[in-house]
């Protein structure tokens, strides 16, 4: 049968001062009306039966998960007691789903990706599921811009099939600007979305043959020889793409057309917001003046002024202000530990004494 996991325990530090350890960004409206976890969960419903869908997210988010995701069954989410990055997660998520379904198909989907057009999305992804056997398929996204925030997907030969599929070549790390460009201008060059499909055995095979030691450690959870916590805590911290794809020979790319953003800085976010002739855009109460080139987005009830500006981002919440060239928008995460400091805003402790009261 098929599966789907939604990836949701990132804390979303890019998006400071409105992502915080207690509401991250994958549970905030930042877009429209419905968060991206939200997004992500109707997306899939709409191939895949509700029941079969399981979400691995953090103890912290356990509050921000239920308020976002109220008619999401509890039961059917993996708590992480500690980030162990995306290899355990998705271990966890694959050794559950193996023992009630062996034979399972499952798609491993992260919970901050923006795609519009859902009618292309489910095509391309029954297509994927189609070719998971035995291999696992990653969805490559044909590049709009020389983006450097994203790692790229070297496709090799091609294989038959309805939507166009390859043989991994090679996984390129985010390039520079001027690499991000050649790779379009050669045109064999996909964006890494994160998101693939393989069958339950496969995958296993691959987690037992590259890091046995994180099988090995859900594997103990699992037949409750140690508690999560216990395991977690032995876990090593480290991606399914340094874990297992970088190395796997099973790996296959499908060419996805349909428009997709993965939400990760400031930068994806302003592009959704309509420009003036000044190329400004704002959210929530602000004034602009004389300014070219500016983002700002005001969560409060207080009014925040530009003048005289350009080519910056400003984001206010209770939380915090954040005013930055709109260039570093990658940097915000360091920014933000830095911030982890201070300790945690008024805002922040004032929600926190409310739920222990």
Known sequence: MQWAVIMAGGNGMRFW??????????????????????????????????????????????QALEDDLPDFPTDQVLWEPIGRNTAPCIAWACET????????????????HDITDEKAFVSCARAAYKMASGHIVLF??????????YGYIETGAEIKSKHQAYEVASFREKPDSKTAQQYIDEGRF??????????????????????PKILSGIEDILSGDRTVEEAFCRLTSISIDYAVMEHTKRARVIRARFPWDDLGTWES??????RDQDGNAASGRVVIADSKNVFVMNKTPRVVGVLGLKD?????SEDGILVMDSSCSQDVRQLAIVVR?????????????????
């Open 269 to 274: 976010i302003a592009r959704y917001y309509e």
């Open 140 to 149: 490559g996204i044909e590049p709009t811009r020389p983006e450097t925030g």
């Open 341 to 357: 400091f201070l300790g945690p805003a008024k805002s922040e402790k004032k929600r926190n004494d409310e739920k222990s009261s």
């Open 190 to 211: 996909l964006w890494n979305s994160g998101m693939f499909i393989f069958d339950a055995q496969t995958m296993h095979e691959e987690l037992e043959l590259h890091v």
């Open 312 to 316: 910056i981002t400003v984001v206010s």
């Open 17 to 62: 001062p409105l992502s915080s350890d207690a509401h991250p960004k994958q549970f905030l409206k930042l877009i429209g009306d419905r968060s991206p976890a939200r997004c992500c969960l109707d997306r899939l419903k709409r191939f895949i039966a509700p029941e079969r869908i399981l979400i691995v997210a953090s103890e912290l988010h356990r």
């Open 97 to 112: 789903i193996r023992q009630r379904d062996p034979e399972a198909i499952i798609g491993v989907f992260p919970s901050d």
